[in-house]
């Protein structure tokens, strides 16, 4: 009886072990997200998403009125890329800055308007910029959208507007982020 009892001490024992092994890693899964998973945060700078000069600064010289969209990450203090969600994609365009209201001056530089690169539909990533209507577009079902009108939507499908990232300028003319995303960034209700 003992030794049963002791084995069955022992399994539940074991079955303890496991089911807080389990309830650890679940926990886990939220408590050991890296700074590389965190959306991008007030005080990170941003570097280049692609290309030749990927992960140098962005700066105000590199993202002259009328150029193309750029894609941007941001880095914390410690020099980590938070890349470890999609939902992290920034995406980079200027207009002049009196093509920007009032109220949405603060949260840009010079004009430079940060937004989520992940279309609100369905989750495609933006890709396309047309200065001259200022609309950003998705490819995916052609939704379009106004970044420097807060990001709200210019076309549907989409219903819900693209989270705008307020930033600050940085030392040299690079760019800092100046606070969370206005708004949860990827598909969803209006
Ligand atoms: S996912 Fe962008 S328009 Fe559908």
């Not at 800055?97 to 209201?101: E, L, M, Y």
């Not at 990001?151 to 219903?159: E, F, S």
């Given at each position: 009886m003992m030794a049963q009892g002791g084995q069955r001490a022992h399994g539940l024992d074991r079955r303890s072990v496991v089911v807080g092994a389990v309830a650890c890693c679940a926990a886990a899964g939220t408590a050991w997200a890296g700074p590389e998973d965190m959306l991008p945060q007030k005080g990170d700078r941003l570097v280049l998403g692609d290309g030749a000069k990927a992960g140098q600064p962005v700066t105000l010289d590199g993202l002259p009125v009328g150029g193309e969209l750029v894609e941007a990450v941001a880095v914390d203090p410690q020099g980590v890329k938070r890349e470890g969600s999609r939902f992290s994609k920034i995406i980079l365009v200027r207009v002049a800055?009196?093509?920007?209201?009032e109220d949405q001056r603060a949260h840009t530089v010079d004009g430079v308007v940060a937004v989520s690169g992940v279309c609100t539909h369905q989750g495609c990533t933006i890709t396309g910029w047309n200065h001259d209507s200022r609309r950003l577009s998705c490819f995916c079902h052609h939704s379009e959208f106004l970044p420097a009108e807060g990001?709200?939507?210019?076309?549907?499908?989409?219903?819900k507007r693209l989270p705008v990232l307020p930033l600050a300028r940085g030392e040299g003319g690079t760019l800092m982020v100046a606070g969370a995303f206005i708004g949860k960034p990827g598909p969803g209700p209006a």
């Open positions: 800055p009196d093509q920007i209201p990001g709200r939507v210019a076309k549907g499908p989409a219903r």
